[in-house]
């Protein structure tokens, strides 16, 4: 922004051999997935949802995770119907995949370590309180939700993921055969910017207020997945309101008065949350404050 803290992060491919490797491994256990779930029908559409159809575009795409919203009195593990869950179970547990939920995680914590040791603290405390409640990649990664964006061609709309965290950051991963340079740019409508994004990249974005999508692939046979990390948001509320909802909290004289408190005023929120955001300066401090000195290395 034009006090300099960092908001996007566009995150290249490490260097490591073996990188491109795993995410091959990765688009095929995927593609693999996308083509079970269609033969033993688990992706048929029900009642209130269709996975092929959404509002972010026509593509097969499968969350799960740690998640609150939509109705539900507490945070829960998203539901998953019963055909779908070992396709879901075998993704998760599958080692390049969760190479990417660790990179994700990682890169999060390299560029954002501010925000993302609220994360920490948040979720510690959640986790704590709710030990029933089980993460994707709780080794590896701090998000506690991750969409699996099947394809065969993951072409999103412009939208905004408005249930993730206001402040927070979601990290995007890109899988598949296609040529960047022809097709498969993230859009960032908000910024009017146009960004390559190869398979194996990672974009970090504030994914709740920065409407975004991408372009669609081009080539016979080309195929575009992603793979996504993200928090709701009412996670965090559910935190601060003394693990109820605020709803419950407002059912009293006392408790409508701790949430007015808590909720605070808007410009100071938003004030708060961009402190969040390290600078280019502030990044090497605000990682040693957090992690260490000697916890990255960055050459």
Known sequence: DMDGHGLVFLVARPKDPTWMPSVRNAASAMTQARVEGKRNGAFAPSA???????????????????????????????????RLKAIIQSLCQHNDIKRIAGFQSGAFAFYAPKLYNVYRSYLSR???????????????????????????????????????????????????????????????????????????????IPSSVLRH??????????????????????????????????????????????????????EDRTEAALQLFSTAASLPDDRAFIFGRNTFRTT
């Open 126 to 204: 959640l986790y704590d309180h709710s030990p029933h409640l089980r993460p994707n990649f709780p080794t590896c990664s701090i998000f506690p939700a991750c969409t699996f964006n099947l394809g065969p061609g993951t072409i999103t709309v412009d939208h905004t993921d408005y249930n993730n965290v206001a402040y927070g950051l979601c990290a995007i991963t890109a899988l598949g055969n296609f040529d960047p340079t022809l097709g498969g740019h993230m859009v960032l409508f908000d910024l009017g910017l146009v960004i390559e994004f190869p398979p194996g990249a990672t974009i970090l």
């Open 213 to 266: 999508g991408n372009t669609p692939v081009v080539g016979e046979g080309v195929q575009r997945m992603s793979m996504t990390q993200y928090c709701s948001g009412g996670l965090f509320r559910w935190v601060d309101y003394g693990f109820q909802t605020g709803t419950t909290l407002k059912l009293t004289a006392a408790g409508r008065a701790q949430k007015k408190l808590i909720d605070g005023k808007l």
């Open 48 to 82: 209130s949802k269709d996975p092929f159809n959404h509002r972010r575009g026509n593509y097969y795409a499968i969350p799960t995770g740690v998640s609150f919203g939509g109705g539900s009195v507490q945070p829960g593990n998203l539901g998953i119907p019963g």
